[in-house]
C-alpha cells in the first residue's frame, strides 16, 4: 500500500510546503484588496501542483532531484568500452622466465564502476569455487545461488500452504537480530533460448535406427514441428542472491576474526550461503549450484545482451560450465535515455512495482506476470530482512503513529477513509504476526522488459512488450511505473547485485 506519509498521510515536503505557502497566503492577504487575494490564490495553487498534485505517479518536488541528477550526468549517459585500447598488462620477469599473471584491462559504466567480482572456495561443498560480487563504496559481498523448484501453480492448494510456511521459515531464520546479512533477492529470468537447441535435442535423442537419409515420418514431423517453433523457444532461470554488509558491527567482528578484508568477508559469506543452501533445500526449493565468478559475470552480462548469450553459448567449452571473464561483465556500448536503455544489441525499460495488491489474493496471484513470458523480461525482488528486536519496535511505533493520527483526525473533523482503516488494521497484522515469530521485510519489486534493438522499429517493438507485461502485471493485480530518469540505475536492480533499497 502507499506510504502513510509523516502525519495526516503527509509527507514532510508537503507540510513544509503547506505551511510555508499558508504564511505567504496570509502574508499577502494583509495587503488587502484583490490583489492581495488573486496572489494568495496564486500561491496556494502553485504550492499545490508542487506537492501535492501526481504527476506520472510523483509529484513535482519529487520530480526535482531526477530531473536535476538525470541533467547532470549527462556525461556519462553515454558509454563506450576502452578495454580493446587499453590491452592486457603484464609483468615482465626479472632473472627467469617464470609466468606472471596477466591483469585484463577494466572499463565499466558508471553503474557498475564500484562493482568487483571476487572468488573463494565453500570447504563445506567439495571446495566449489564462490563468485563474489563486492561493492567496494557500499562495502557489501554478494554471493548468487541457482535453484529450481516445483511447478507452484499445479501443486495442490495443501502443497501450497506448507510451502508458504515453509518459506516464511527460511525469511524467519534468516532474519536474526545479529545477523551479517543486508539484503536477500531472488531473480527470475526469461531470456532467449537457442531456437536449434531443440532440434540438437531431438538428433541426440533419436532412435539410433532413424537416419537422416531416410528419416522416419515422426522424425519429419518433429522437425517440422521445431522449425515452426523455434523462434518462440526461451530459457527460464531462477536466482536467489545474498548479501552481507561489512560495516555492520554483526558482520564487522566476524570478518575480523577470519581474516579481515576481502578474505574474511567472503568467508562470512561463504558460511551465510551455506546455511541458506540448507533452508532452502528443507523448504522444497533446490539448489542446483553456486555462481562462480565467471557464472557472476556471465549474469550480469547476460542482463545487458540476453540476445548475444546464444552465441557467447556456441563459443564455450560445452564440457565446462557457462560463465565469462570478469572483466567482461559489463557492457561494451551503452546509452542512458529518459525512458529507456540501450546497451549492446538490446532496448531495456526497467518498471518499479509502484502498488501491491489492496485486496486479499491467492498465492499463485503472480503467477500471470511470472509464466506468461511472451516477453524477454526480469522479474526481481530485493528484501531486507529485519531483526525481531527491532521489527517490533517499528511496529510498535506504527501502531502509536496510527493511533495518534486517528485522534488527530478527530480533532480536526477529518473523516478516517477505509484506505486509512485498512492501513491501521494492517499495521496491528504486523505486530501480532511478529509475536508470533514471523519475520519483517522491507522490499521492493522491479520488472526489466527487453527486446532486440534491430532498427528503427526497437522502440516501439519496446513500447509494446513494455504493454504487455504492463497488462500481465495488472492480473495479478500490480501497479507498475516505469522509472523515468533513472533507466541505468534501475536496470541494475533486476540484476542478481542484491540493488534496489536504500
Known amino acids: ?86 590491452g592486457h598488462l603484464v609483468a615482465l ?11 585484463p584491462p577494466r572499463d565499466r559504466p558508471s553503474e557498475l564502476a564500484d562493482i568487483k567480482l571476487l572468488e573463494c572456495e565453500l ?56 545477523s ?81 578484508g576481502d578474505l574474511g568477508a567472503m568467508a562470512v559469506l561463504a558460511g551465510e550461503v551455506g546455511r541458506l543452501i540448507e533452508l532452502l533445500d528443507g523448504a522444497g526449493i533446490t539448489p542446483t549450484g553456486v555462481l562462480t565468478r565467471r557464472g557472476l559475470a556471465a549474469a550480469i552480462r547476460d542482463g545487458y545482451d540476453p540476445w548475444g ?13 557457462y560463465g565469462t571473464a570478469a572483466h567482461t561483465a559489463a557492457p561494451a556500448a551503452r546509452d542512458e535515455h529518459w525512458s529507456h536503455l540501450r546497451a549492446d544489441g538490446a532496448l531495456h525499460c526497467t518498471l518499479w512495482v509502484a502498488e501491491w495488491p489492496r485486496i486479499d489474493v491467492r498465492a499463485v496471484f503472480l503467477q500471470p506476470l511470472l509464466m ?32 495518534t493520527e486517528d485522534s488527530l483526525r478527530a480533532r480536526v473533523g477529518q473523516r478516517t477513509s477505509q484506505r486509512q482503516r485498512q492501513r491501521e488494521n494492517a499495521a496491528a497484522s504486523q505486530e501480532a504476526e511478529l509475536a508470533q515469530g514471523h519475520a519483517n521485510v522491507r522490499y521492493s519489486a522491479y520488472v526489466t522488459v527487453s527486446v532486440p534493438d534491430t532498427g528503427p522499429d526497437a522502440r516501439d517493438e519496446l513500447e509494446a512488450a513494455v504493454s504487455r507485461v504492463d497488462l500481465q502485471a495488472k492480473a495479478a493485480p500490480l501497479r507498475l511505473e516505469r522509472m523515468w530518469g533513472q533507466q541505468a540505475l534501475g536496470f541494475t536492480f533486476a540484476l542478481p547485485l542484491c540493488r534496489g533499497l536504500r
Open 123 to 178: 570447504s563445506a561443498y567439495d571446495r566449489a569455487l564462490l563468485g563474489v560480487a563486492k561493492d567496494r563504496r557500499a562495502r557489501t559481498y554478494t554471493a548468487v545461488v541457482r535453484v529450481q523448484c516445483r511447478a507452484f501453480e499445479l501443486l495442490s492448494p495443501d502443497e501450497r500452504q506448507q510451502r508458504l510456511e515453509e518459506y516464511g521459515g527460511v525469511l524467519a531464520a534468516l532474519a536474526r537480530d545479529d
Open 180 to 260: 551479517p546479512l543486508r539484503r536477500i533477492a531472488w531473480v527470475e529470468r526469461a531470456l532467449p533460448g537457442d531456437p536449434d537447441a531443440l532440434g540438437g535435442y531431438l538428433l541426440d535423442a533419436k532412435r539410433e535406427d532413424a537416419s537422416l537419409d531416410d528419416p522416419p515420418y515422426e522424425l519429419v514431423s518433429y522437425l517440422r514441428l521445431i522449425g515452426r517453433a523455434g523462434h518462440v523457444a526461451e530459457e527460464h532461470e531462477l536466482l536467489f542472491a545474498l548479501q552481507i554488509d561489512a560495516r555492520r558491527p554483526a558482520a564487522r567482528r566476524p570478518v575480523a576474526r577470519l581474516g579481515g
Open 1 to 86: 500500500h502507499p506510504s502513510a506519509g509523516f502525519i495526516l498521510g503527509l509527507r514532510i515536503a508537503q507540510l513544509v510546503g503547506m505551511i510555508l505557502a499558508g504564511a505567504l497566503a496570509l502574508a499577502s492577504l494583509r495587503t488587502g484588496g484583490f490583489g492581495g487575494l488573486a496572489l494568495a490564490l496564486v500561491i496556494a495553487a502553485t504550492v499545490a501542483s508542487v506537492v501535492i498534485v501526481p504527476i506520472r505517479g510523483q509529484t513535482l518536488d519529487q520530480w526535482a532531484p531526477i530531473v536535476v541528477r538525470f541533467l547532470l550526468g549527462r556525461g556519462r549517459a553515454r558509454f563506450r568500452a576502452q578495454m580493446a585500447l587499453a
Open 309 to 321: 548469450r546464444r552465441q557467447r553459448h556456441r563459443d564455450q567449452d560445452q564440457t565446462v560450465e
Open 372 to 403: 506468461r513470458a511472451d516477453t524477454t523480461r526480469t522479474v526481481a525482488v530485493c528484501m531486507e530482512l529485519v531483526g525481531p528486536a527491532r521489527a517490533i519496535r517499528k511496529a510498535e511505533r506504527a501502531m502509536t503513529e496510527a493511533a
Open 93 to 103: 620477469p626479472v632473472g627467469g622466465l617464470d609466468p606472471q599473471p596477466v591483469e
